[in-house]
């Protein structure tokens, strides 16, 4: 098969997990990519953004996950000669994609307006923190510092937390994401015309649109803020069971289903009180309080796989619990 | 502005979260997108509401996700709606579904069957676990893939229980993964005319998500601990975390012990080394985070700021909303419900294009209601 992007030239001089993350997803369709480096100490994903776990030539498990499938060149942009050659890459690539915070490419004399000179149908794509203008331009775009300012920390979790970020780096992995987007669609728009096209993405925006959903409803409800479950938080706008809870062996996830049904399943006369489905959202809590009792008990997780039982004729989805080493668990 | 995927028509077999959230971003980028649904029933969103809000006869829930879209009604069990269908097929440029493993087959628009009508066609198919294997037919449900993939063991500290994340981020991801690789096949496809069978899953874009602790995994075979306190990454050493303050909440990212005792000036901190982040994680962030709850946030911004320290303020929606650095963006946007009248506010495409926002104030469709014009326009 001939891979989807074969053809395509992209030039990464991003650095960390947003930009690399973006490299990494043309490379895994066919485009090739070459990493742009700073001669010396290269990406300071290399050293910075490190695990605990080495390989063997000392670098950490987490730039070789990021930067696989790619090629890395070395470069000073303080010395001429190296800079002209980095500019005779530029007019041979199809994309080229950068994270420094606004300026600093400038000052290197290879923003966009620059660039474009030399090569009028590039995509150029860049990622920023919190966008080009304002007074959060200059603050450091990091993973953790765009949740907290996102809001995003008062989703997860259970009331009784402080604001919880999200354990995966989302708000790079989102940007990364967002940033291929724009840019295979301007390459698809350049089939047509001929020229490039420059595209932006902020970890900041890109937060905002994975809350698109929530927030729009906190922008449309006179801005009520989200309260998290008392017990077992899973998603702070959806009606109990909505959650994860502890059993006598495991633990299992519960998504959406009807209270008297789970009632009738676990003969539990407790639940049967509440058969409007209002109270499933307005109730949640004691309701997840009492489920969370009753699962502790009377529920063995680990071999006894509660999938999508139609009982009653009604859908319940429940699983057990994966983790990364749940070799004991039998599907 | 000419949009950047003008002309390219994008037909949506698609309901809740994943498929329609790949739909959405498409039609922001310029492409057209039909939504096919059932005459009566309509899209099963469309009655999915969060918080009992409505915008005409759909949950506002439904009205964020599909804004900028068509509605086409169809019954699958109708032959001559059907051929219709076929015909529309024919048009179009991609095809997007999230049923369950089958369902297209039994209506005979599995790929192999669209292909035969529209060799050119990107077809794209996301479902929950694959279509292949023991849990093929399961539900793809957003909080059970969570559970399924030990991505509820990166959220919370070492003594919670498991924690989703508290978004449908198995839906959303699989969808914007969807669009990436939808663009790349139209790319081709442009190039050499071939149509592409896109396979996507909320299961493996929840893999992915997880690359950098799944490749930490492999290599050492230990699984990645939360810290015992203030986690936010588990494979990432102190001081990494978020951290009460005397009046607040502030992040402070990874950066050594030494550049942050230039805010803290604490003779405790000293005591330890650089080789202690990880093997004494959770004894320094006690260390910090009591050493924090002397002071308010602006105490520790101000500070930050002056030795340029990767920290930031922790924001609910409110002071975000009142922040400079949220309204500079200019993220909301206004949309008059198709019926007239009632207006939402919704979030744009967070991606820019030659220094534009791209803003589409058009909204979600009535059920059925571009069915006649479609016909008439594209068959």
């Known amino acids: 098969m001939n891979r989807l992007l074969e053809d395509i030239l992209v030039l990464d001089f991003s650095q960390f997990l947003s930009g690399p993350s973006a490299g990494l997803r043309l490379a895994d369709m066919g485009a090739r990519v070459i990493k742009i480096e700073k001669e010396g100490t290269g990406d300071i994903c290399r050293q ?25 060149y070395c470069v000073d942009v303080k010395d001429e000669a190296s800079l002209a050659k980095i500019k005779k890459l530029i007019t041979k690539a199809d994309v080229m994609l950068h994270n420094f915070r606004p300026g600093v490419m400038k000052r290197l004399g290879l923003d966009y307006e620059t660039v474009k000179e030399l090569n009028p149908s590039i995509v150029y794509g860049e990622i920023s923190g919190y966008g080009e203008e304002g007074e959060w331009k200059a603050l450091p775009g990091q993973d953790l ?19 919880m970020p999200m354990g995966v780096a989302v708000a790079d992995i989102l940007a990364g994401t967002h940033l291929v987007q724009g840019a295979l669609a301007a390459i698809l728009s350049r089939l047509n015309t001929g020229e490039g096209s420059l595209v932006q993405v902020s970890m900041f925006e890109s937060l905002l649109d994975f809350q698109f959903e929530v927030l729009t409803c906190f922008l449309n409800d006179g801005n009520e803020m989200p309260v998290r479950n008392a017990v077992n938080g899973a998603h702070a706008y959806i009606a109990a069971p909505y959650g994860i809870y502890k059993t006598a062996d495991g633990f299992i996830a519960i998504a959406m289903a009807p209270i008297p049904v789970l009632a009738k399943l676990l003969n539990e006369a407790a639940l049967s009180n509440y058969n409007d489905p209002n109270d499933w959202f307005n109730k949640r809590d004691e309701i997840k309080e009492l489920l969370s009792k009753i699962f502790l008990i009377k529920l063995r ?25 749940a070799k004991d668990i039998k599907y | 502005m000419k949009l950047p995927l003008e002309g390219v028509l994008v037909l949506e077999f698609a309901q809740y979260l994943s498929g329609p959230c790949a739909g959405l971003r498409l039609a922001d980028l310029g492409a057209r997108v039909i939504k096919i649904e059932h005459p009566e029933k309509g899209e099963a969103g469309r009655k999915l509401s969060i918080k009992n809000l409505w915008l005409d006869d759909s949950s506002l829930l439904f009205n964020t996700i599909n804004r900028n879209k068509e509605s086409f009604a169809a019954d699958m069990n109708n032959a001559e709606d059907m051929e219709t269908l076929r015909r529309l097929i024919a048009r179009a440029h991609v095809l997007i579904h999230n049923f369950r493993p089958g369902v ?8 192999e069957s669209v292909k035969a009508i529209n060799p050119s066609i990107v077809y794209t198919q996301i479902s929950g676990y694959g279509s292949k294997g023991p849990w093929a037919k399961k539900p793809g449900q957003d909080l059970l893939v969570q559970a399924l993939s030990g991505l509820a063991f990166t959220t919370g500290s070492y003594e919670d229980n498991p924690t989703p994340l508290g978004l449908g981020i198995g839906d959303y991801l699989c969808g914007n993964q969807a669009v990436q690789f939808i663009l790349a096949a139209l790319i081709r496809s442009r190039k050499n005319g071939k149509g592409t069978l896109l396979e996507l899953s909320l299961l ?4 992915d998500l997880q690359f950098e602790f799944f490749t930490t995994y492999f290599a050492s075979g230990k699984m990645p601990e939360r810290a015992h306190h203030h986690n936010a990454h588990s494979l990432l050493s102190a001081p990494y975390g978020i951290y009460k303050t005397s009046d607040g909440f502030i992040a402070i990212a990874m950066m050594s012990l030494q550049q942050l005792n230039k805010m803290m000036e604490s003779q405790v901190l000293t005591q330890f080394s650089e080789g202690d982040v990880f093997s004494k994680r959770d004894e320094i962030k006690v260390v910090i985070a009591d050493l924090l709850l002397h002071h308010p946030n602006d105490f520790w911004i101000q500070k930050a700021q002056i030795f340029d320290l990767w920290i930031m303020p922790v924001l609910n929606w409110k002071q975000m909303k009142t922040s400079k650095g949220y309204q500079v963006l200019e993220m909301e946007q206004e949309i008059a419900s198709s019926k007239g009248g009632k207006k939402i506010t919704t979030t744009r495409c967070p991606i820019r294009i030659n220094n534009k926002k791209l803003y589409a104030g058009k909204a979600a469709p009535a059920l059925n209601e571009h069915t006649q014009q479609i016909k008439q326009s594209l068959l």
């Open chain 1, 48 to 72: 910075l953004y490190v695990s605990d776990v080495k390989l063997e030539d000392g670098e950490s498990t987490i730039f070789h996950a990021i930067n696989r499938n790619k090629e890395s």
């Open chain 2, 204 to 207: 493996e874009s929840l893999i």
């Open chain 1, 301 to 325: 997780s680990i071999g006894c796989v509660l999938w999508s039982l139609s009982i009653f004729g009604v859908p319940m989805f429940m699983t057990t619990i994966n983790c990364l080493q």
């Open chain 2, 104 to 111: 297209m087959e039994k209506r005979m628009l599995d790929y």
């Open chain 1, 145 to 163: 510092l765009v949740q907290a300012v996102s809001g995003l920390t008062y989703l997860s979790g259970s009331l009784h937390h402080q604001p």
